[in-house]
T-cell receptor, first 113, second 109 residues
Framework: KQEVTQIPAALSVPEGENLVLNCSFTDSAIYNLQWFRQDPGKGLTSLLLIQSSQREQTSGRLNASLDKSSGRSTLYIAASQPGDSATYLCAALTNFGNEKLTFGTGTRLTIIP | NAGVTQTPKFRILKIGQSMTLQCTQDMNHNYMYWYRQDPGMGLKLIYYSVGAGITDKGEVPNGYNVSRSTTEDFPLRLELAAPSQTSVYFC????????FGSGTRLTVV
């Protein structure tokens, strides 16, 4: 059974700093890995999706990497801004065809102005 | 471009009552899902569907039922509501990646 872990559960950094969020998964036979953002009281917004054959994906100030052999993914945020404050969740897709995402519990990020 | 629409946004139920959470998507996605999110617990899959007329159980299906008569709609039915069903419910659909609705916050008292 796939398990996805995100550590730390919460992180505070000063505005302008670069930061890395971590995600680990137990079953390396994933189809893809997706990063989401969730604002308080809101739904999930997809940020980046990395296919199992890819090593990284970039969108603006965000860069996500995937290392299947070590069971790890990271989300790098450059030049952080207060608007980046949110909870970030990663999710691994295994059992393609059944299309089941396994979510981590998230990292709550606070950017201090 | 509405994406995934969930109604209602908030609801308070009494123990033993029933209700249906509505979910509609306009992206012609075959795959649809219902998740619940409890504080500090991440999202758990309740039911999913790979197309009209086809549904299957996820991790936590007890106390819920679903149907999928059309590609667009995937309602979630709660029968005999219990306090343990107090949660935030998210509907999602997928093709390449996942698109989530804004959620339904349900309280059972």
């Amino acid at each position: 059974k796939q398990e996805v872990t995100q550590i730390p559960a919460a992180l505070s950094v000063p505005e302008g700093e670069n930061l890395v969020l971590n995600c680990s998964f137990t079953d390396s036979a994933i189809y893809n890995l997706q990063w989401f953002r969730q604002d308080p009281g809101k739904g999930l917004t997809s940020l980046l999706l990395i296919q199992s054959s890819q090593r990284e994906q970039t969108s603006g100030r965000l860069n996500a990497s995937l290392d299947k052999s070590s069971g790890r993914s990271t989300l790098y945020i450059a030049a952080s801004q207060p608007g980046d404050s949110a909870t970030y969740l990663c999710a691994a897709l295994t059992n393609f065809g059944n299309e089941k995402l396994t979510f981590g519990t998230g990292t709550r990020l606070t950017i201090i102005p | 471009n509405a994406g995934v629409t969930q109604t209602p946004k908030f609801r308070i139920l009494k123990i033993g009552q029933s209700m249906t959470l509505q979910c509609t998507q306009d992206m012609n996605h075959n795959y649809m899902y219902w998740y619940r999110q409890d504080p500090g617990m991440g999202l758990k899959l309740i039911y999913y569907s790979v197309g009209a007329g086809i549904t299957d159980k996820g991790e936590v299906p007890n106390g819920y039922n679903v149907s999928r008569s059309t590609t667009e709609d995937f309602p979630l039915r709660l029968e005999l509501a219990a306090p343990s069903q107090t949660s935030v419910y998210f509907c999602a659909s997928s093709a390449y990646g996942y698109t989530f609705g804004s959620g339904t916050r349900l309280t059972v008292v």
